[in-house]
């Protein structure tokens, strides 16, 4: 047996088991509501209800359809324009059966829009509704979380770079007018490691290190040989 039945100024045909996507109705998920304005009921036609039919529903979840964009142009005196979205709220039910008559006597409460009803009982069903809504989006929201925990737990760790240490026996070059721990490295690299390395230096010593490690005079101008001389004592 089948049912029209209207509700949020639309009509729909429907028999036991359907689900539906209805106007919002001020019930929360679970609960079981009746639709009393059937129009058409097995083969009784209304004038325009059939008295005493109703179809009952459960309630399965408070929903939002689909995002509509509304797209507003002004082409006269001022040029503008506006956008704007929208998502429709539905209230998603489950058709568990229909009464030819005797519905006035079910006990069973009446499904009502939200636009009908005062607003201390929609916030009273969009404050049950909200917990679940929450709950979801903070599931959603912790897996968000560990998943980048989870890729670097298995990312490989990259290896410390090694520290540059000074070679065995090596004096501590920055002592030199000019020289710091950058400089420091260039000349341990080209294997000068000691005072006395440097201070043995000879003009042609000074100018083969100078073009190797693009010191531009630096050398005689900070007076090296003689630091290092010194300081070798």
């Known amino acids: 047996m089948f049912a029209v039945m209207k509700t949020g100024g639309k009509q729909y045909k429907v028999q036991s088991g359907d689900v539906l996507r209805v106007e919002r109705i001020a019930a929360a998920a679970g609960e079981t509501v009746?639709?009393?304005?059937?129009?058409?009921?097995?083969?009784?036609?209304?004038?325009?209800?059939?008295?005493?039919?109703?179809?009952?529903?459960?309630?399965?979840?408070?929903?939002?359809g689909e995002k509509v964009i509304h797209f507003v142009k002004r082409r006269r005196k001022h040029s503008?324009?506006?956008t704007k979205g929208h998502r429709q709220k539905l209230t998603l039910v489950r058709i568990t059966e229909i009464l030819e008559k005797g519905a006035?006597?079910?006990?069973?409460?009446?499904?009502?829009?939200?636009?009908?009803?005062p607003a201390a009982v929609v916030a009273e069903m969009n404050a049950a509704v909200a917990p679940a809504i929450s709950k979801k989006g903070a599931a959603a929201k912790k897996a968000k979380a560990a998943a980048p925990a989870a890729e670097k737990a298995a990312a490989p760790k990259k290896a410390k770079a090694a520290k540059t240490e000074a070679p065995a026996g090596a004096d501590d070059l920055k002592t030199l007018s000019g020289v710091g721990p950058a400089l420091e490295k260039k000349l341990h690299a080209?294997?000068?490691t000691t005072f006395a390395q440097i201070a043995g230096w000879n003009a042609d010593d000074i100018a083969a290190m100078d073009e190797k490690l693009s010191f531009k005079g630096r050398i005689e101008r900070e007076g090296w040989v003689a630091q290092a001389?010194?300081?070798?004592?």
């Open 190 to 192: 080209a294997g000068v």
């Open 80 to 82: 503008s324009k506006r």
């Open 229 to 233: 001389a010194e300081l070798a004592k």
């Open 34 to 64: 009746q639709f009393n304005e059937i129009l058409m009921v097995g083969g009784s036609v209304g004038t325009p209800t059939v008295d005493g039919a109703a179809v009952q529903a459960e309630v399965i979840d408070q929903i939002k």
């Open 104 to 117: 006035d006597k079910s006990g069973v409460k009446a499904a009502i829009g939200t636009g009908s009803v």
